[in-house]
């Protein structure tokens, strides 16, 4: 893509020409093109605020769930990890009509709150399910020892996130799990 980025047309359309060289000089028409002649950059705006919201409201939904279902424990923890993660497995494709209901009952159709409303209920089922995997490595004696050194059940329950925040990282990926506008990532820090 990059060598395509720089080529004329005429190289682009002829076939004996070799494709993955510049066989003629560079041109930066198409770079021109793309950022004068389109809306290329407010569509990635937008697929960026869709993508920031749309994490945000996994994350702040999915980590205490997931947290919660793993300090269940038995059975019934474990159950419902099973349950919500069955729950992302249903294809989105038997949700369309249901989720377009949802969305013009609340006028949001045709804007950009469509999105913010209808991909978290893809995305934090697949996040909790991650997240649980996460979370079941932390040992409770972290938080244990957190509230005998004095910190109240939240605090301690924050002290093991030490441990568990390179792996929430892994939530973010619940967001480009359902369509294929994944470069949003490109701003995540390094692990």
Request: no cysteine; aromatic share 14%; net charge neutral.
């Amino acid at each position: 893509m990059l060598i395509t980025t720089f080529k004329q047309d005429a190289d682009l359309y002829n076939r004996k020409l070799n494709p993955f060289v510049l066989n003629m000089a560079p041109t930066l028409e198409h770079l021109r093109y793309l950022f004068t002649e389109t809306l290329f950059v407010r569509w990635l705006l937008n697929t960026a605020l869709v993508g920031v919201m749309v994490v945000t409201i996994t994350l702040v939904l999915a980590i205490p769930a997931a947290y919660s279902l793993v300090r269940l424990g038995g059975r019934l923890g474990e159950r419902l990890g099973i349950g919500i993660f069955l729950t992302y497995l249903v294809a989105p494709t038997i949700l369309f009509i249901p989720m377009s209901r949802v969305v013009v009952s609340l006028g949001l159709q045709d804007s950009l709150w469509s999105l913010v409303v209808v991909f978290p209920s893809f995305t934090v089922p697949f996040a909790i399910w991650l997240l649980m995997g996460f979370f079941k490595s932390i040992p409770p004696e972290l938080e244990e020892a957190a509230m005998i050194d004095g910190y109240g059940y939240q605090r301690s329950a924050g002290s093991s996130g030490g441990e568990g925040r390179p792996e929430l990282y892994a939530g973010l990926l619940a967001r480009s799990s359902r369509y294929d506008e994944s470069f949003v990532l490109w701003w995540l820090p390094p692990v």
